[in-house]
């Protein structure tokens, strides 16, 4: 592997870091942790609904872990948890009303976090980022599939 290949690995997970770190002080103020946020942008990306190991996985979280945030929301009236309609095993977390309108705000805070972080770079150079992303993710995938 070339020197270029193992410093865009560490690259990436630096800004990665250092993206997350200036969400969470833009949050703060307003009171949101890390795991509150990433959990909200994910429920709504996926329209809510989901089970509670499915987000536990994509969180990067322990079952107890979970249940202590998902109950730290569920206080707040961030979430519901609902009894899943195809197992009754489980249950499926939705966002409330109350979420849908704090997501607006976290929404235009991290556009401003956003804007700041893209502001020096052109259209095209981040169009050819995603590409690489993109082409990166496959890659993965197919790693994945084959184990």
């Known amino acids: 592997m070339t020197v270029a290949r193992e410093s865009f690995f560490a690259a990436l997970f630096n800004t ?4 997350r770190f200036a969400m969470d002080d833009a949050f703060r103020p ?9 959990t909200l942008f994910y429920l709504e990306q996926t329209g809510s609904g989901v ?7 994509v969180m990067g979280i322990e ?17 519901v948890r609902r009894p899943s309609e195809t197992d009754r095993r489980s249950k499926t977390v939705h966002l409330t009303r109350d979420a849908e309108k704090l997501l607006g705000t976290l929404h235009e ?6 804007n700041r972080i893209l502001d020096e770079i052109d259209e095209s150079e981040i169009e ?15 790693m994945s599939d084959n184990e």
């Open 109 to 114: 805070v991290a556009g401003a976090v956003r």
């Open 63 to 79: 079952g107890p872990s979970l249940v202590r945030l998902l109950d730290n929301l569920e206080r707040k009236a961030l979430i």
């Open 16 to 19: 990665r870091n250092r993206m």
């Open 51 to 57: 089970a509670q190991r499915d987000l536990a996985d």
């Open 30 to 38: 307003l009171g949101i942790t890390d795991a509150t946020w990433r």
């Open 128 to 142: 050819l980022c995603l590409d690489v992303f993109a082409r990166m993710m496959a890659a993965a995938d197919r």
